[in-house]
C-alpha cells in the first residue's frame, strides 16, 4: 500500500521535487500561493493578516538564519510602510501581501544575536552599527534609523541601563565590527559614545523616550508562547457581544468586576461589606486591607474616561500599566505603586520574567496586540501578556484583567466578570497556556464568562446579587468542582 504524502505545514516554501504535487493541490484548491516560492494551506484568513501573524516565520523559510538589520533591529516589525529590513546570505526582495522583505547579503547571526522564530534579533552594538550604515531612501522610509534617532536610543540605553551598559556596547561593537565590514560605523558609534559620556547634557538628541523597550533583554520562551496565543487567537471567529447599557450599571457592574478580582487573588470579604464600602461610601475599618484593595480597584474600572483608553504602542502600555497600578494598590505601599518589579516572582512552579526582562518582554509582546482586529482577542491577548511578565511585586492580576477589560470598554463591547466559581477553571487556563503552550481552554473559558456577563443585569445591587446567587457565582471553585457545580448562564 503506498504511503499517504506527508500534510504540508501552514506555509511551506516549494521545491522541484514538490512542484508537481503543489500545481495538483493548487487546481484542487488545497493550497494558494502567497509569493514566488511560497504557498500556504490556510485558505480562509486574509492573506495580510496570515503575512502578519507569521511574518518571522516566513522570513525565516525564505531567508535561513537572516538578522533583522535596519530599523528593524530596533522596532523588531514591519515599518509604516510595510517593509521589513535583513542581512542575509543574499541580497534580493521579496514582496509578500502587505509586506516587503528587503535582505542585504551580509554575516550571519553571531553568539550574542538572540533566536527569534527562525530568525536572529541583534545585539545591540550590532544593530547601532548597521544602522550608522550609508542608507538610500528607495520607499517612503529608509533601511536606517535617522542619527537623531540613534542619539536617542543611546541616550535612553544611558539613562535606562546605565554607563556600564553603554560602555558595553561600545566594546562590543569594537569586537565585531572588523568581521562585520563597519570599521567606519565604529568609529561613529563610538565618538557618540564619547560626546554622550562627556556631555550628559542632553545635547545629543531628544528622542530618547521613543526607544521603549525594544532592544532590550527579553524573554524568549514568552515571545515564543505569545506567538502561538496569537495565531490561536486568529484562528477563532471574531466576536461582538456590545454592552447592553442598562441604567444603572455603571457602578453595580464595575463594582462586582473590581470584587470578584479581588477574590479571585485571594481577598477574605464578604460582599456586602465590600459594598458598604465601594457602594455606600462606609469608611474601611482600621487595618481592612481587602476592602481597600476594592475600593482601588473599583476607582479604576469604574472611571469611564480611564476604561476607554487603549495603549497604541508600547510606550503607552509602560505607562497605562504602571499608572493603573499604582491607583489599584495605592493602599498597600509595600507593593510598590506604579514601579516595576525589582526582585524575581513565581507563582508555584511557574516562575515569571526577570525584572531585567519585563520592559523588554512587555514591548516585544505588544507589537503582536497590534495585528489582532478583534477587541476580544486583543482583550485576552493583553490580559496574557501582563499576567505572564507579571511585572509587578503584587496586583498583577487584578492589573491584567482591567487591561482586558479596558480593550473591551473602549470598544464598546460586554466586559468580563470572573466570579469566584470560576476561579479554578480561569486559572487552569492560564497555567495549560503557560505550562504547555495550549490556549484553547483559556479563550474558551473567557468567551463564557463575556456571555455570562452580558446575560446578567447589573442595574441594580441587590438585583445583580440575586441573580449571580443564584447562577452559583459565589460558590468557591473547590468546592464546586467537588460538587460537579457549575457556573450557568442566567
Do not use: C
Not at 495580510?48 to 537572516?66: G, K, M
Not at 538578522?67 to 534580493?92: K, M
Not at 502561538?228 to 471574531?238: M, N, V, Y
Not at 460538587?483 to 442566567?490: D, F, K, N, S, Y
Amino acid at each position: 500500500m503506498p504511503t499517504a504524502a506527508p500534510a504540508f505545514p501552514e506555509v511551506f516554501v516549494t521545491s522541484a521535487a514538490l512542484r508537481p504535487r503543489i500545481s495538483r493541490d493548487l487546481k484542487a484548491k488545497r493550497v494558494r500561493w502567497l509569493a514566488t516560492g511560497l504557498y500556504t494551506t490556510n485558505l480562509s484568513e486574509p492573506p495580510e493578516q496570515l503575512v502578519r501573524r507569521l511574518l518571522w516565520p516566513i522570513a525565516a523559510l525564505l531567508f535561513p538564519r537572516a538578522v533583522l538589520g535596519g530599523r528593524t533591529a530596533f522596532e523588531v516589525g514591519p515599518a509604516r510602510d510595510g517593509a521589513v529590513f535583513l542581512v542575509s546570505d543574499a541580497s534580493r526582495d521579496v514582496e509578500l501581501p502587505g509586506v516587503l522583505l528587503r535582505a542585504r547579503k551580509g554575516p550571519g547571526p553571531l553568539e550574542d544575536d538572540r533566536p527569534m522564530f527562525g530568525v536572529y534579533v541583534p545585539s545591540r552594538a550590532r544593530a547601532y552599527l548597521d544602522n550608522l550604515q550609508p542608507t538610500r531612501r528607495r520607499r517612503s522610509v529608509s533601511r536606517g534609523l535617522s542619527r537623531h534617532d540613534l542619539e536617542g536610543r543611546l541616550e535612553a540605553d544611558l539613562r535606562d541601563r546605565g554607563e556600564a551598559f553603554v560602555r558595553g556596547v561600545r566594546d562590543r561593537a569594537r569586537a565585531i565590527a572588523r568581521g562585520l565590514g563597519q570599521r567606519e560605523q565604529l568609529a561613529e558609534l563610538e565618538a557618540m559614545v564619547r560626546a554622550l559620556l562627556r556631555g550628559r547634557d542632553g545635547k545629543l538628541g531628544t528622542a530618547a523616550g521613543g526607544a521603549g523597550g525594544k532592544g532590550r533583554p527579553y524573554d524568549a520562551q514568552r515571545l515564543e508562547l505569545f506567538g502561538r496565543l496569537h495565531a490561536e487567537l486568529l484562528r477563532q471567529s471574531p466576536v461582538s457581544r456590545p454592552d447592553p447599557g442598562r441604567d444603572g450599571e455603571k457602578r453595580v457592574l464595575p463594582f462586582f468586576e473590581a470584587y470578584f478580582s479581588n477574590v479571585l487573588e485571594g481577598a477574605a470579604i464578604e460582599v456586602d461589606a465590600a459594598a458598604a464600602v465601594v457602594l455606600q461610601g462606609r469608611k474601611p475599618a482600621k487595618g481592612a486591607g481587602d476592602a481597600r484593595d476594592v475600593l482601588g480597584t473599583f476607582q479604576v474600572v469604574a472611571d469611564r474616561a480611564e476604561m476607554s483608553r487603549t495603549p497604541k504602542t508600547a510606550e503607552e502600555l509602560l505607562l497605562l500599566l504602571r499608572s493603573r497600578h499604582a491607583r489599584v494598590v495605592e493602599a498597600r505601599p509595600d507593593a510598590m505603586p506604579g514601579v516595576f518589579k525589582t526582585v524575581a516572582n513565581r507563582a508555584g512552579s511557574t516562575s515569571f520574567v526577570a525584572p531585567d526582562e519585563v520592559v523588554g518582554t512587555l514591548s516585544l509582546g505588544f507589537e503582536l496586540v497590534r495585528s489582532l482586529p478583534d477587541a476580544f482577542q486583543r482583550a485576552v491577548f493583553t490580559m496574557v501578556l501582563v499576567a505572564e511578565v507579571h511585572p509587578f511585586a503584587d496586583g498583577n492580576g487584578r492589573v491584567a484583567r482591567i487591561m482586558m477589560n479596558a480593550e473591551l470598554a473602549a470598544a464598546g463591547e460586554r466586559r468580563i466578570v470572573v466570579p469566584t466559581v470560576s476561579r479554578g477553571s480561569y486559572l487552569a487556563g492560564l497555567k495549560a497556556l503557560s505550562s504547555n503552550g495550549t490556549a484553547g481552554a483559556l479563550i474558551r473559558s473567557l468567551d463564557f464568562l463575556q456571555r455570562y456577563a452580558v446575560g446578567t443585569d447589573f442595574s441594580t445591587y441587590a438585583g445583580a446579587k440575586r441573580q449571580l446567587e443564584e447562577t452559583r457565582a459565589f460558590m468557591d471553585s473547590r468546592d464546586a468542582e467537588a460538587e460537579g457545580v457549575r457556573l450557568v448562564l442566567p
